[in-house]
């Protein structure tokens, strides 16, 4: 079954640092890759998506990822956090052979201290 | 703002009523998703319409069930509830209905069974 990870439950960062949050997905054919971010008391909102092309894909509020297909990644990176960016971010994934769904991994929650 | 529209925010009711979620999806939106967060599952994907019809369901109780009228709107009913069913409940949509479909998140229906 398919499945996605986002090992780091909760990340600290300092306003101003780099932010990298990880996300592995277990799938044999190039799935469809999403990142969203949930504010508290919000819905989710989609920050980026990855279909094809571009490996390096760039998204709102200064976020990017980047596909690497060796390692089933899709990491999200920003150079330098804000502390409106303190929230939770999920990756998910969608595969045609796992019908009309994304799967979610269990998010990761993001602090940022100034 | 999604253009999502759930309501109602809030609900609080004891264990083995039954209550009805409602969902308006973006306009020009014809997929409907539901899913399920809570502290210990995460995101769960639990049902799908596009267009009124049913097109993939996941992890849906059998107590619960959905339907998608012709004015696109969406209902969730959960019934003979369990205080295990109080979880943060999400209406997506979508403009198509495949898992290509970027969703877009309603702010959700906080449930609590007592």
């Known amino acids: 079954a398919q499945s996605v990870t986002q090992p780091d439950i909760h990340i600290t960062v300092s306003e101003g640092a780099s932010l990298e949050l990880r996300c592995n997905y277990s799938y044999g054919a190039t799935p469809y890759l999403f990142w969203y971010v949930q504010s508290p008391g919000q819905g989710l909102q989609l920050l980026l998506k990855?279909?094809?092309?571009?490996?390096l894909v760039q998204g709102i509020k200064g976020f990017e990822a980047e596909f690497k297909r060796s390692q089933s990644s899709f990491n999200l990176r920003k150079p330098s956090v804000h502390w409106s960016d303190a929230a939770e971010y999920f990756c998910a994934v969608g595969a045609p052979e796992y019908g009309n769904k994304l799967v979610f991994g269990a998010g990761t929650i993001l602090r940022v201290k100034s | 703002d999604s253009g999502v529209t759930q309501t109602p925010k809030h609900l609080i009711t004891a264990t083995g009523q039954r209550v009805t979620l409602r969902c308006s999806p973006r306009?020009?939106?014809?997929?409907v998703y539901w899913y399920q967060q809570s502290l210990d599952q995460g995101l769960q994907f639990l049902i799908q319409?596009?267009?009124?019809?049913?097109?993939a369901k996941g992890n849906i109780l059998e107590r619960f069930s959905a339907q998608q009228f012709p004015d696109l709107h969406s209902e969730l009913n959960l019934s003979s509830l369990e205080l295990g069913d109080s979880a943060l409940y999400f209406c997506?949509?979508?403009?198509?209905?495949?898992?290509?479909?970027?969703?877009?998140f309603g702010n959700g229906t906080r449930l609590t069974v007592t």
């Open positions: 990855y279909f094809s092309g571009d490996t």
């Open positions: 997506a949509s979508s403009a198509g209905g495949s898992q290509g479909s970027p969703l877009h």
């Open positions: 306009s020009g939106d014809l997929s």
């Open positions: 319409y596009y267009n009124g019809e049913e097109r």
